[in-house]
């Protein structure tokens, strides 16, 4: 049989064409097989070597095809791209102690210790060939880096757990936050120690604390996280910042230093959420907070607590207090500046100063330009200006009773609709007109000036240019168009009453015209006058008649004088004047004769009179020239008809060319 080795210069292969099984060790074959051992005198094989079917493999100094099974290193799979000793490369799956199962391609039954030489990153993860995560150590560091864009994220030191950069890295998120966080085990509460001093550990049994060398740092509860000293510690610093925060889970806290912004999120059912302040004795001072339901804002709000009546809040709408009165904004020592209230077209503004230097309220339009302003000066006292020609408008009840319009009149909105002041409560003290006051014409029953306890007296417009004056519904006196002063219904008013109501002086420049009695005190007073009465009656007849008021003679000593001039022509005349009933002139003229007659009746009684009579006539003759006294009877307190009769012979006239009655006053 060939020898056991092959020759030096051959490959270190054994290739036997026939059973090795009677052969000693290490030649023995069972079944089909290529081995090799090593050179005399050296423990190396000469590469390459294969076992079984020949791979190829021109950088494998062992290549094998089919099961293998190794106390030392090994390669499996592909071809390795490079010669770097140590690698090694699974084209499949690889198991590492017990198989724990599983589809995975490295599955590990017991612990794993990896170490790296030069490079930065022990451990790299990939997606589909894309790098999504890596770990690695650098200059005493154990880094966390995220995608191959992103960079280092986060740092691990002998003294700190930190973020690459500020604000860099959040502790859970909005959606996922964290609920706890635990060290140790519930029994032990042991020690979690990051480098030499800083170690966190249990100092009770439900108690988690931060300690710094033998000094505590901070302390879990099971309800709270303290500091061990009240300032003793700080979460994060300005160069080192926290990033985003988030807390609980029924009503979520989410602070965002990406965003600037510290949110809380309310549940499903009522919530009052608050960023509140206590006092030194842990008291509640109030704060900024809201209150809704579900997801509906209801309010937010700046006091005490949600339902404080001295809240200021604010509902989408409005800006109110908790309740009427409960709040006053700034004070007479620490005032506002300036208050703009922005409206669709215009604007107002409560500011500190205007021209003058004293606080006003101004309106503005959309460009600025000011529009009118309310303000108090020093000198003309309250001004309310509009500065544009428009009306200032009063309302109330949400309706214009008032307005002065651009040129400053005072006009009411509606015409005929309101009152200055009111009846005999309410009413201005004068009125003083530099020009005219206007009214209405009114009426007798309504007349334009009134007055408050009798609305129906007054003065109104009876006619054209025309004044009334009404008193109980009725127009008592007029001045007419020409400056008359006249009573509308004749002979029924009065001016002034007999001995106790009478005007003191009368001064007429033309006549004083009377159509009843005139009863004067030391003055003649006409009461009847008459003239160019003629008769050719042969009998008895009246040409005239006049009624002496009742009681015109009231007193006695008071009389009346009847003047008559008459004539007889042509044939004799028969003149019969008659006072009542009695007869107090009864001359017979002659023809051709005319005369005078006076007739004084003086009151010597309710019913008695004495009747003087003197006749002249132009014959001179005794019948024609007489006195003639009588003693009249007539009941004075009731009127008395005095007659002016007479008649002619035939084909004669008896004339009156006057006749006249005075009352003679006392």
């Given at each position: ?34 081995a090799?051992t090593?050179l ?11 076992i079984?079917?020949d791979?190829?493999c ?7 095809t089919?099961?293998?099974?190794t ?12 010669t ?12 590492v102690g ?18 790296n030489?030069a ?23 154990l ?9 280092v ?17 959040g ?36 108690n ?13 509860t099971a ?10 510690l ?14 609980g ?15 809380i ?12 302040f ?20 209801t309010y ?7 339902n ?7 509902d989408?709408a ?14 007479g ?5 300036q208050?703009?209230?922005?409206g ?10 205007i ?13 600025g ?17 509009a ?9 109330t009840?949400?309706t ?10 005072l006009l009411?909105n ?7 002041g ?14 005219s ?6 009426s007798?029953?309504?007349p334009a ?6 609305a ?32 509308p ?8 009453a ?6 003191r ?6 006549n004083?015209?009377?159509?009843g009695?005139s ?6 007073k ?13 009998s008895?007849v009246s ?10 003679l009231a ?19 028969q ?30 009684g ?13 014959s001179?003759?005794?019948?024609d020239?007489?006195?003639?006294t ?29 006749v006249?009655?005075?009352?003679l006053?006392?």
């Open positions: 049989m060939p020898g056991r080795y092959g020759a030096a210069g051959d490959d270190p292969r054994i290739d036997p064409s026939f059973s090795l099984e009677g052969y000693a060790d290490p030649s023995r074959v069972i079944g089909p097989i290529r090799t090593p005399p005198n050296s423990p190396v094989f000469p590469g390459p070597v294969s079984g079917a791979t190829g021109a950088n494998a100094v062992l290549r094998v089919g099961g293998i099974h106390t030392n290193s090994l390669g499996v799979g592909l071809c390795p791209p490079n770097t000793p140590g690698n090694a490369w699974i084209n499949n799956q690889l198991v017990t198989d724990p199962s599983g589809s995975e391609t490295l599955r590990v039954g017991g612990a794993i210790r990896i170490e030489g490079g930065a990153n022990a451990i790299i993860f990939s997606n589909l060939g894309v790098q999504a995560g890596k770990y690695g150590a650098s200059g005493g560091e880094v966390f880096s995220g995608l191959a864009a992103g960079g994220m986060m740092r691990m030191t002998a003294s700190a757990l930190r973020p690459e950069a500020a604000g860099g890295l502790l859970g998120t909005a959606a996922l936050p964290w609920d706890s966080i635990r060290v140790g085990t519930a029994a032990t509460r042991g020690f979690f120690y990051v480098g030499s001093e800083v170690n966190i550990g249990a100092e009770t049994a439900h988690v604390t931060i300690v710094r060398s033998a000094a505590g740092i901070a302390t879990f309800a709270a996280f303290n500091p061990a000293a009240a300032g003793g700080s979460l994060g610093t300005l160069s080192l910042p926290w990033g985003d925060l988030f807390l889970t029924a009503r979520p806290i989410t602070l965002l230093a990406s965003g600037g912004s510290i949110t999120k309310g549940d499903s059912g009522g919530w009052a959420t608050s960023y509140g206590l006092g030194s004795a842990g008291t509640a001072k109030g704060g900024f907070g809201a209150l809704g339901g579900a997801d509906a804002l937010l709000y700046i006091g005490d607590a949600f404080s009546t001295v809240n200021m809040r604010w989408g409005a800006f109110t207090p908790g309740s009427a009165g409960a709040l006053t904004l700034g004070t020592s620490l005032p506002w500046g208050l703009f209230v922005r669709d077209s215009e604007s107002i503004r409560l500011a500190r100063t021209a003058g230097g004293s606080p006003y309220i101004a309106w503005y339009n959309q460009a330009g000011r529009l009118g302003f309310l303000q108090h000066d020093s000198a003309a006292g309250f001004i309310l200006d500065e544009t020609a428009t009306a200032i408008s009063f309302y009840n949400a214009a009773r008032w307005n002065i319009n651009s040129g400053g009149s009411a509606s015409d005929n609709s309101v009152d200055i009111a009846s005999g409560a309410t009413r201005p003290r004068n009125i003083h007109v530099g020009t006051i206007i009214a209405a014409a009114g007798a029953s309504t000036y009134r007055f408050t306890t009798t129906n007296t007054g003065f109104f417009e009876s006619g054209t240019d025309q004044i009334g004056v009404t008193v109980n519904q009725t127009e008592r006196w007029r001045w007419t168009s020409s400056g008359h002063l006249i009573c219904t004749d002979n029924t008013y009065d001016i002034g007999a001995g106790a109501t009478r005007p002086d009368v001064y007429i420049a033309g004083l015209t009377v159509g009695t009863t004067l005190a030391g003055i003649v006409v009461l009847y006058q008459n003239q160019g009465l003629s008769s050719n009656s042969t008895d040409l005239a008649s006049y009624s002496l008021p009742a009681s015109t007193s006695n000593g008071q009389s009346i004088r009847i003047t008559l001039c008459y004539r007889a022509v042509v044939a004799a005349g003149l019969n004047i008659k006072f009542g009933a009695s007869v107090v002139c009864n001359i017979a003229p002659a023809a051709g004769v005319s005369g005078t007659v006076i007739i004084n009746i003086i009151r010597s309710a019913a008695t009179q004495f009747s003087h009579a003197m006749c002249l006539g132009s001179l003759v005794i019948g020239d007489t006195n003639l009588l003693t009249p009877s007539e009941t004075l307190s009731g009127a008395v008809t005095i007659d002016f009769r007479g008649n002619t012979a035939a084909g004669g006239t008896i004339s009156y060319d006057i006249k009655i005075e009352f006053s006392t």
